[in-house]
């Protein structure tokens, strides 16, 4: 069935890089996404990657797609205080003739001085 | 633009009551759905909706009701609270399904 996995916790020093692992089952998942829940809040949409592409960079942040092993990253350059989170990964499932997404359990992000 | 708004923000609950949690969204969204956020466990889906008039079912819909009679509105009904359903609940929204999902701020239901 349709699973996304992601290990749950991740802790890093600030001004390093941060990198957030995800591996999908999907492989007719037309886009991947990144999402970042900030504490008491909504999920907000970080980044998303088309699978026909290898990598997207946006600023601070790079995806990375690798669609033979089914594996998701995003990786955050500089990583400031504000970048503690949670960061959910989804990819697009099927059911009844709909599409919807799946997310993955999340990866708490602590970044410390 | 509101966006995607969610009321109440806190809800606490006796074992046995019904309530109705309201989602808005003022996006022109085909598609809304509703989704549960248990520690560990991410995200699952309840139900959703492509349009109006026309709802499924998710991963555990059991214990809840949806109906879609606008397309604004995609009301969420427990019909009788149990302890297992104590949780963190968001509606979210897109223009079609599968694609970018906005969400709302979130309901934190405690039922006792």
């Known amino acids: 069935g349709e699973d996304v996995e992601q290990s749950l916790f991740l802790s890093v020093r600030e001004g390093d890089s941060s990198v957030i692992n995800c591996t999908y089952t999907?492989?007719?998942?037309?886009?991947l996404y990144w999402y970042k829940q900030e504490p008491g809040a909504g999920l907000q949409l970080l980044t998303y990657?088309?699978?026909?592409?290898d990598m997207k960079q946006d600023q601070r942040l790079t995806v990375l797609l690798n669609k033979k092993d089914k594996h998701l990253s995003l990786r955050i350059a500089d990583t400031q205080t504000g970048d503690s989170a949670i960061y959910f990964c989804?990819?697009?499932?099927?059911?009844?003739?709909?599409?919807?997404?799946?997310f993955g359990a999340g990866t708490r992000l602590a970044v410390h001085p | 633009n509101a966006g995607v708004t969610q009321t109440p923000k806190f809800q606490v609950l006796k074992t046995g009551q019904s309530m109705t949690l309201q989602c808005a969204q003022d996006?022109?969204?085909?598609?809304m759905s509703w989704y549960r956020q248990d520690p560990g466990m991410g995200l699952r889906l309840i139900h959703y909706?492509?349009?109006?008039?026309?709802?499924d079912q998710g991963e555990v819909p059991n214990g809840y009701n949806v109906s879609r009679s606008t397309t604004e509105d995609f009301p969420l009904r427990l019909l009788s609270a149990a302890p297992s359903q104590t949780s963190v609940y968001f509606c979210?929204?897109?223009?079609?399904?599968?694609?970018?999902?906005?969400f709302g701020s979130g309901t934190q239901l405690s039922v006792l």
């Open positions: 979210a929204s897109s223009y079609v399904s599968g694609e970018k999902l906005f």
């Open positions: 999907d492989s007719s998942s037309t886009y």
């Open positions: 990657i088309f699978s026909n592409m």
């Open positions: 989804a990819e697009i499932g099927h059911s009844g003739g709909y599409n919807k997404l799946i």
């Open positions: 996006m022109n969204h085909e598609y």
């Open positions: 909706s492509v349009g109006a008039g026309i709802t």
